[in-house]
T-cell receptor
């Protein structure tokens, strides 16, 4: 079973739409969770950190369900600049590095 | 904030050439740095963990004699792709964790190096 599973998309949505991405993770010991966005041929950039049941940052809302090992990201009022690949990343505090990247979900916001 | 600098950003070279990529932590010390590789439309895959003053730890399937890692100082790790071939063409990204920071970022990423082997 993969560490992280996401619907690869692509999701093509019009400007102003609301879109949600889902993510499941396999390691129940994961303590922290992050959403990164990655533009084509660029490094991943941290979008949001998720430590408890979820949090909100402007147009972005992340929710975490530890029992189901499921994380979601909701984007409201989509902008053209939101077009990117969104990576759900579980993190284990133990060990030097335990960031697990999936293939991500590709979003294209259309004018 | 913490910054990781990676150089070069783009390399095009002939098959058989060895290519060195540098990763620097600019305003913090990094005892551990990480090297990832990403092929088109695929996920970031951890290649190896670079440890300052000791040998790197390689992930399964990554040839240590092919991908030489040196972490001689607390701010610099280098990855050398030896005798590169077209199948080594990929996007290589380094990262480092700033353990002394209160930042919520688990790792800080370099800008990546796009390697194309002809």
């Amino acid at each position: 079973r993969k560490e992280v599973e996401q619907d690869p998309g692509p999701f093509n949505v019009p400007e102003g739409a609301t879109v949600a991405f889902n993510c499941t993770y396999s390691n129940s010991a994961s303590q922290s969770f992050f959403w990164y966005r990655q533009d084509c041929r660029k490094e991943p950039k941290l979008l949001m950190s998720v430590y408890s049941s979820g949090n909100e940052d402007g147009r972005f809302t992340a929710q975490l369900n530890r029992a189901s090992q499921y994380i979601s990201l909701l984007i409201r009022d989509s902008k053209l600049s939101d077009s990117a690949t969104y990576l759900c990343v579980p993190f284990l505090e133990t060990g030097a590095n335990n960031l697990f990247f999936g293939t991500g979900t590709r979003l294209t916001v259309i004018p | 904030g913490a910054v990781v600098s990676q150089h070069p950003s783009w390399v095009i070279c002939k098959s058989g050439t060895s290519v060195k990529i540098e990763c620097r932590s600019l305003d913090f010390q990094a005892t551990t740095m990480f090297w990832y590789r990403q092929f088109p439309k695929q996920s970031l895959m951890l290649m190896a963990t670079s440890n300052e003053g000791s040998k790197a730890t390689y992930e399964q399937g990554v040839e240590k004699d092919k991908f030489l890692i040196n972490h001689a100082s607390l701010t610099l790790s280098t990855l050398t792709v030896t005798s590169a071939h077209p199948e080594d063409s990929s996007f290589y990204i380094c990262s480092a964790r700033d353990w002394g920071s209160n930042s919520n970022q688990p790792q800080h990423f370099g800008d990546g190096t796009r390697l194309s082997i002809l």
